[in-house]
């Protein structure tokens, strides 16, 4: 297939169940420590460099064809808050169904039928990329550019920002998109040699913390 599979992939629109999450901003817009668009954009280039690129490389092993299982447990040891595994599987759990639909393939089915209550959400985005004839490296991007496409959108909801500042960050953070997509790819071409443990485990302490309290809010705009 054409590149255009790609767009498909990280248009929003796609119905993976993306725009019901906050990537966690709607925490931080709670705490006050997003409050306009350059505290956005600080946000965003840290998600980026931390969860970004830590699910950029899942998702670019499993578009390489690395086992899922393998990299299903690789995903639950890197993803220490409950509150956010039960996030990425039921994150991937819609996208499998989105998946399955339009890129239809083996490897989806199967791993439909072996985690049944949802494969974290990075491993079916790779999975999709193959079966769409695509490369981990564009795996990679989608997963990287999801990390602060969501979060940016959502904050235009809750701050009631100015759409085209949003996208004017987003544009800013092109560079380093594309090197954190890169990163993830080369780290996937290892996993051959060296096992899921050459992939990336970024993390971010604070995310962790404040999905867990998010997750015990009682009236919410977003799901995560």
Known sequence: M?????????????PAGGHAHSGGVEAAIAHQSVHDIDSLLAFCRGRLHTTGLTTAGLAAAAAAGVDPLLLDDAADARTPAPALRAVARRLG?????AARATFPSERLE????????????PLVLGLAARAAGLTPLDAARAAAYES???PATAAVRLLSLDPLDASGLL???GSDIDAVAEAAAR???RVAVEGPDALP???SPLLDITGEQHATWAVRLFAS
């Open 201 to 203: 485990s970024a993390s």
């Open 148 to 150: 602060v496409g969501g």
């Open 93 to 97: 759990r819609q996208m499998m169904r």
């Open 2 to 14: 054409s590149r255009a599979a790609l767009l498909l992939l990280a248009d929003g629109r796609f």
């Open 110 to 121: 199967r791993l439909a039928a072996e985690r049944p209550q949802g494969a974290h959400q």
């Open 187 to 189: 780290a996937a071409d």
């Open 171 to 173: 544009a800013r953070l």
